[in-house]
């Protein structure tokens, strides 16, 4: 065969084209094993620099000192805890017609305005230091909605309620302010409309020893010259220019 001249002694073929040797002797494979290997070291060596250098090692990219920004952390919102027990509520129309401290002509006269609906407002809170919240009833009138009766319901041991204040008169209203009673009265003289009283007293009571006490008394006049609804509005005017 062309270019096969014979094998050497120690069994390696050496093959020959014209003059020259293309053949793949163990010097020209030792040769191109040692180029292989430096390669492969280069790119070991340029991938360990890129590392390094891409995650803030010590490399030539480093640039200024490390970040002190504080790092953001979530906290996890908060629900308010509600402690307060709601307020039981009572039937203020049964309590009413059941009490006698409640006069015959509120009681007679207590009934629904429309439907099932009774001229009652009911409020609860704490007056008394009882056991559960105090209960205020207010009673008014179907058409006008005056107030005719205030009421004050203190709860006992047994559950029960027990009538521990009663105002009644007419254009009487109470409420509960931080504790207290107050109790708001308006003043009609014989022309004043019911929408226009000529004033008021509002008076505050606080419970102590078992009872209520007057604890303080405001009186209001209302002007007389308001409140007729007659006056037109007046024209608004432009401020002055300079």
Same mark, same amino acid.
């Given at each position: 065969m062309r270019g096969l001249t014979g094998s050497g002694d120690d069994g390696t073929v050496t093959g020959r084209t014209g003059g020259g040797t293309t053949g793949g002797g163990p010097a020209r494979r030792l040769t191109r094993w040692a180029a292989s290997s430096a390669a492969l070291t280069g790119l070991a060596v340029f991938g360990l620099c890129a590392v390094s250098c891409s995650t803030g090692g010590t490399g030539t990219r480093d640039e200024g000192p490390a970040g002190t920004d504080p790092v953001a952390r979530v906290t996890p919102s908060t629900t308010a805890t509600v402690t307060a027990r709601p307020a039981p509520r009572v039937d203020a129309v049964a309590l009413l017609k059941a009490d006698p401290k409640v006069s015959g002509r509120v009681r007679m006269d207590l009934k629904p305005c429309t439907g099932d609906e009774y001229p009652v407002d009911t409020s609860y809170g704490k007056l008394t230091g009882g056991p559960s919240p105090d209960v205020v009833v207010n009673v008014m009138t179907c058409g006008d909605s005056i107030g005719v009766g205030t009421y004050v319901y203190r709860p006992g041991a047994d559950g029960a309620y027990h009538n521990v204040f009663a105002v009644e008169?007419?254009?009487?209203?109470?409420?509960?302010? /931080? %504790? !207290? +009673?107050? *109790?708001?009265?308006?003043?009609?003289?014989?022309?004043?409309?019911?929408? #226009? =009283?000529?004033?008021?007293? *509002?008076?505050? #009571?606080?419970?102590? %020893?078992?009872?209520?006490?007057?604890?303080? /008394?405001? +009186?209001?006049?209302?002007? /007389?010259? *308001?409140?007729?609804? !007659?006056?037109? +509005? &007046?024209?608004?005017?432009? &401020? =002055? /220019?300079?």
């Amino acid at each position: 065969m062309r270019g096969l001249t014979g094998s050497g002694d120690d069994g390696t073929v050496t093959g020959r084209t014209g003059g020259g040797t293309t053949g793949g002797g163990p010097a020209r494979r030792l040769t191109r094993w040692a180029a292989s290997s430096a390669a492969l070291t280069g790119l070991a060596v340029f991938g360990l620099c890129a590392v390094s250098c891409s995650t803030g090692g010590t490399g030539t990219r480093d640039e200024g000192p490390a970040g002190t920004d504080p790092v953001a952390r979530v906290t996890p919102s908060t629900t308010a805890t509600v402690t307060a027990r709601p307020a039981p509520r009572v039937d203020a129309v049964a309590l009413l017609k059941a009490d006698p401290k409640v006069s015959g002509r509120v009681r007679m006269d207590l009934k629904p305005c429309t439907g099932d609906e009774y001229p009652v407002d009911t409020s609860y809170g704490k007056l008394t230091g009882g056991p559960s919240p105090d209960v205020v009833v207010n009673v008014m009138t179907c058409g006008d909605s005056i107030g005719v009766g205030t009421y004050v319901y203190r709860p006992g041991a047994d559950g029960a309620y027990h009538n521990v204040f009663a105002v009644e008169q007419p254009a009487v209203y109470g409420t509960i302010d /931080r %504790g !207290d +009673l107050v *109790v708001t009265i308006q003043m009609y003289e014989q022309k004043d409309q019911v929408a #226009y =009283p000529s004033g008021e007293e *509002v008076i505050t #009571y606080h419970w102590s %020893g078992g009872r209520f006490g007057e604890e303080d /008394r405001v +009186l209001n006049d209302f002007n /007389r010259a *308001v409140g007729t609804g !007659d006056e037109a +509005l &007046p024209e608004p005017t432009e &401020p =002055p /220019r300079n």
